[in-house]
T-cell receptor
């Protein structure tokens, strides 16, 4: 099993550009989530999904969209990038909502 | 009510010493308290976790101590090794709604 994979590993965007961060898992996990990690702030939940076709907002959803068309994939879309979205983004998955999440390796995003 | 406060921000310990990281929470409804370990360039990985029905849980050199009345829990790393150098995060969640609330992290450096 590859576990949770994320692409790209690093991305530079200009303010106003849009992009999609990819996340895939091969563990047949129902629950997937996106976090951002900023220095001194721990991890904050952006969006999550309890299964294909079902998504919901986390703590800091503004400026991000998600969809879950398959169990395996959970892409995160930045609609119009802002410097405040410079961060490291982690995708995570777990068997169900009550299990601890397994994290991917992260995507480092720099918005200029 | 949702905060988890972690201290210290950074910690330097000599090889063979005991590393202690503390967390405090406010929401008495939290019932799951995991610790995650993160190495540079990697996602966080679950290290050890405790529920409030026990006061201590030990796994190898890692121990969680839990004080329900004080709303505090701590991670002890015995016989600390250079390979333990990483950032450690505490977190808390409530019930089956597995939305972890994260501490800000502690950067641990073990000096050889």
């Amino acid at each position: 099993n590859a576990g949770v994979t994320q692409t790209p590993k690093f991305q530079v965007l200009k303010t106003g550009q849009s992009m999609t961060l990819q996340c895939a898992q091969d563990m047949n996990h129902e629950y997937m989530s996106w976090y951002r990690q900023d220095p001194g702030m721990g991890l904050r939940l952006i969006h999550y999904s309890v299964g294909a076709g079902i998504t919901d907002q986390g703590e800091v959803p503004n400026g991000y969209n998600v969809s879950r068309s398959t169990t395996e994939d959970f892409p995160l879309r930045l609609l119009s990038a802002a410097p405040s979205q410079t961060s490291v983004y982690f995708c995570a998955s777990s068997r169900d909502r009550g299990d601890p999440p397994y994290f991917g390796p992260g995507t480092r995003l720099l918005v200029l | 009510q949702q905060q988890v406060k972690q201290s210290p921000q950074s910690l330097i310990v000599q090889k063979g010493g005991i590393s202690i990281i503390n967390c405090a929470y406010e929401n008495t409804a939290f019932d799951y308290f995991p610790w995650y370990q993160q190495f540079p360039g990697k996602g966080p990985a679950l290290l050890i976790a405790i529920r409030p029905d026990v006061s201590e849980k030990k796994e190898g050199r890692f121990t969680i101590s839990f004080n329900k009345s004080a709303k505090q829990f701590s991670l002890h790393i015995m016989d600390s090794q250079p390979g333990d150098s990483a950032t450690y995060f505490c977190a808390a969640s409530r019930g089956s709604n597995y939305q972890l609330i994260w501490g800000a992290g502690t950067k641990l450096i073990i000096k050889p």
